[in-house]
């Protein structure tokens, strides 16, 4: 334990080396790393999907209202933001993993058949309790990190939703050397694992001062290399399970690694810190100690004054008068502001169509005759590739605004429009393009949430950030109930129930509805490419309205409030005695004496 003493105003003690890292900017970061590397269990809808289905009796609209409701519970994270609002981060942190636990282990419950088969409500209401646990940890970890890091908003958002896309496979390599091939257990482990690391990191995860940094971007990118090296590594080995069957001390190995990957952040932490605890040591020694001078003034007599009237307004009346973009809206001015709802239009639509696209994939691999291996490795490239869009987005257009003052809104646009061409594959069937279409619908999926909420954040300002950000996050399962259940889950049970009726079938009750060939999701990609086009419209009137606005310099305030440092922490300033007034001669000849 090293330890070092120094006087000024008074005795301090400089903490341990390991309470400096554990208390430390950028453990903090790790911790939130940790945290959103687990949370991201609603994306494995799918490979449980099948053992809800079939267990419970359900069709496939049946299994889409329930993977609606997940999207709902996912997205809808207001009341997360409220309570982030008014308590510290701990608290929400929580509250999710106590929400996600219940939730995921009265599914488990249910599909093991442990309890009585509960009544479709009761199904719905169970994912959407689990599921919302996701928008808690978001909340107490995403939200906390964008604040306490303002002008890295954009690359914090894509690595830390990056994260939270590769977090899906993550979970599949450690359930598999666990559990081995028991698909039920994995609802049990999506229930007990993220709240246990939630847990674990309750009181790291916090607001800290904001310092601005000389080296914020490098330390960033550092996180960067190592989690493309873990999404390539998932990558591979994901390819090599799918060519082999692996046995279950296989799975430990590569379950071993991917362990390994997720915790060598901490060694660039450690480093970081341990030069930001030497740093300030020196500084400390180097401060110059300045004798105390008493320095008398007079405050001005304003007994005379009349006393200053205190106006206030109500915010109801304030509603439509917001401030100017960039600035601190209440969250009544963003919410009914022009462009927050063109915003949550986009989104409706945007992520609507694509998340209705990863929902279905097994189902649409299924029908389109692919194997199951093949079926597999869709919801595996959905994953990576959902990672690779939330990194490349936020690293991405970080760099393209602050060089070239890109606008984020016009990113946003251009993928969506990408995610056009996955639909269409979908919609027409093209041989093998399935492989392609998971590509770029992970791709597409993960490269708009870092966009659209460094948008919120930079168009609304940061004070109400919790809860801004769970309200645009909010128009995804609108679009994906309007999407998924009444086109999709509609349109695949009506061509499904023709079929047995062209062949002369009766459909008994519970029986599972199967649909096979192109016409199954045909009619409904068409709809949802034409719905994403129109989102598209709908995004370039948001690049119109908000062109001047990033045209400007919009991390200005941030510099104007915070210090740079050429080294990795704050600056240790010795106190500035350039406007203290001169002494006079007879107190220096009496200073001078008590010195001797």
């Not at 590397?37 to 496939?60: E, H, R, W």
């Not at 915790?263 to 020196?282: G, I, R």
């Not at 401030?323 to 022009?338: K, N, V, W």
Request: hydrophobic content about 45%; some cysteine.
């Amino acid at each position: 334990m090293v330890k070092a003493q120094f006087t000024g105003g008074g005795m301090r003690e400089m903490g341990s080396i390991s309470h400096h890292v554990i208390a430390g900017r950028w453990f903090m970061v790790f911790a939130s790393l940790l945290i959103m590397s687990v949370a991201g269990a609603t994306y494995m809808f799918g490979s449980y999907s099948g053992d809800v289905k079939s267990s419970l009796g359900y069709d496939q609209t049946t299994l889409n209202l329930l993977s609606t409701f997940k999207d709902l519970g996912s997205n809808v994270g207001v009341i997360s933001g409220l309570i982030n609002e008014i308590s510290p981060p701990w608290v929400v942190l929580l509250i999710g993993a106590t929400m996600n636990f219940s939730g995921y282990f009265m599914i488990w419950l249910a599909v093991t058949g442990k309890i009585q088969k509960p009544a479709l409500w009761q199904m719905c209401l169970y994912i959407c309790i689990g599921a919302n646990s996701q928008t808690f940890a978001n909340t107490g970890g995403l939200v906390t990190c964008v604040k306490n890091f303002p002008e890295s908003r954009g690359v914090v958002l894509g690595l830390l939703k990056g994260f939270v896309g590769l977090s899906g496979a993550i979970i599949t390599q450690l359930y598999h050397a666990i559990y081995g091939h028991d698909s039920r257990s994995l609802i049990l482990f999506i229930g007990w694992l993220p709240a246990a690391v939630s847990i674990v990191f309750l009181r790291t995860v916090r607001i800290m001062k904001v310092v601005r940094q000389a080296n914020e971007p490098k330390m960033f990118y550092k996180f960067l290399y190592i989690s493309l090296g873990l999404a390539g590594f998932l990558m591979i080995i994901i390819i090599i399970q799918n060519s082999f069957r692996f046995s279950k001390p296989e799975f430990v190995g590569s379950a071993s690694v991917v362990v390994i990957l997720l915790f060598a952040p901490f060694l660039v932490v450690f480093k970081e810190e341990l030069n930001v605890w030497k740093t300030k040591q020196e500084a400390v020694n180097n401060i110059i100690m300045i004798p105390p001078v008493k320095i008398v003034t007079e405050a001005p007599n304003t007994s005379h004054l009349p006393p200053l009237p205190e106006k206030e307004v109500s915010c109801l009346r304030t509603v439509f008068t917001p401030p100017g973009r960039g600035e601190d809206f209440t969250i009544l001015q963003a919410l009914f502001s022009i462009d927050m709802l063109i915003l949550f239009t986009t989104t409706t639509f945007g992520v609507g169509g694509t998340l209705t696209a990863i929902d279905n994939l097994g189902q649409i691999g299924r029908s389109l005759g692919y194997p199951t291996t093949s079926i597999t490795t869709f919801v595996s490239l959905v994953s990576i590739w959902n990672y690779l869009g939330r990194v490349s987005s936020g690293f991405l257009s970080e760099i393209l605004l602050t060089k070239y003052k890109f606008p984020r809104p016009l990113m946003l646009t251009l993928v969506l429009f990408l995610s056009c061409v996955g639909q269409l594959l979908i919609a027409f069937g093209v041989p093998n393009s399935l492989y392609i279409s998971s590509v770029i619908m992970g791709f597409c999926f993960g490269a708009q949430w870092p966009l659209i909420f460094a948008i919120i954040s930079e168009l609304f300002g940061l004070k109400y950030y919790s809860t801004l950000y769970n309200l645009g996050a909010g128009a995804s399962p609108v679009g994906s109930y309007i999407l998924n259940v009444v086109v999709a889950g509609h349109l695949y049970d009506k061509e499904a129930m023709r079929q047995l009726r062209a062949k002369g079938i009766v459909r008994k009750d519970g029986e599972d509805l199967i649909c096979t060939g192109i016409e199954c999701y045909k009619i409904s990609f068409l709809i949802i490419t034409a719905t994403t086009l129109f989102g598209c419209l709908i995004s370039l009137i948001l690049v119109i309205r908000t062109k001047k606005f990033y045209g400007g310099d919009i991390y200005k305030k941030f510099r104007e409030v915070t210090e740079v440092s050429s080294t990795a922490t704050e600056m240790v300033v010795p106190p500035s005695t350039t406007a203290l007034p001169p002494v006079p001669p007879a107190e220096r000849n009496m200073m001078e004496v008590d010195n001797k």
